[in-house]
């Protein structure tokens, strides 16, 4: 079974609009949680990083939330610009242990003009 | 900063042919870790280092795939005898320990199998 699990799996919106994205998972433990973005082709490069039980972050356009008692997170894009159109990957750390980083399978965002 | 540097960029092979992908981590960081990404799924990590020392390689093929970081700075992972199913990205990261937040990835290597 897939232990992170990212919805919907692909959008599509209109550029200046905003939109969210689902990240719900079955990792233990989950000592912190980060949202990448990786545009076609390239690695992924860090948005976010979530780590308190409950947590909120900002980063520019970005903002995410973390709940580890229900094991989801969210992340939200504000006033969408055509660079945003990318994979968004969620990735749940453990502390310890070989596998450091589980990664969710991405939503894909597409910005349309 | 120099991020993580990763080389080749691209490879295509027949399948059967050799590969090598180096990777050059931030200086500093002794954590490096080999994922492999096939096309429209999340990286699966292959292996980790801690400095020189395999940590984790329970996921690495052994018989086809092989990783050294001799001197726990660059690392190179090689393909021996590759498949088509071997198609995908290869990316590199490091970090400072598990510190997530000094955890960076590489550009990746997009390899093709034929």
């Known amino acids: 079974k897939t232990q992170v699990e990212q919805s919907p799996q692909s959008l599509v919106v209109r550029q200046g609009e905003n939109c969210v994205l689902q990240c719900n998972y079955s990792v233990t433990p989950d000592n912190h949680l980060r949202w990448f973005k990786q545009d076609t082709g390239k690695g992924l490069v860090s948005l976010t990083v979530l780590v308190d039980q409950k947590d909120k972050t900002s980063n520019g356009r970005y903002s995410a939330t973390l709940d580890k008692d229900a094991k989801h997170s969210t992340l939200h894009i504000t006033a969408t610009l055509l660079d945003d159109t990318a994979t968004y990957i969620c990735?749940?750390?453990?502390?310890?242990?070989?596998?450091?980083?589980?990664f969710g399978t991405g939503t894909t965002v597409s910005v349309s003009p | 900063e120099a991020g993580v540097t990763q080389s080749p960029r691209y490879a295509v092979l027949q399948e059967g042919q050799a590969v090598s992908f180096w990777c050059d981590p931030i200086?500093?960081?002794?954590?490096l870790y080999w994922y492999q990404q096939p096309r429209d799924q999340g990286p699966q990590l292959l292996v980790y280092?801690?400095?020189?020392?395999?940590?984790?390689n329970s996921q690495l093929p052994s018989d086809r795939f092989s990783a050294v970081r001799p001197k726990g700075t660059n690392s190179t992972l090689k393909i021996q005898s590759a498949k088509q199913g071997d198609t995908a990205t290869y990316l590199c990261?490091?970090?400072?320990?598990?510190?997530?937040?000094?955890?960076?990835f590489g550009a990746g290597t997009r390899l093709s199998v034929l």
């Open positions: 200086s500093g960081h002794d954590t």
């Open positions: 990261a490091s970090s400072l320990g598990l510190s997530q937040n000094t955890l960076y």
């Open positions: 280092f801690r400095d020189e020392a395999v940590i984790d």
């Open positions: 990735v749940v750390g453990a502390p310890q242990g070989g596998r450091a980083l589980i």
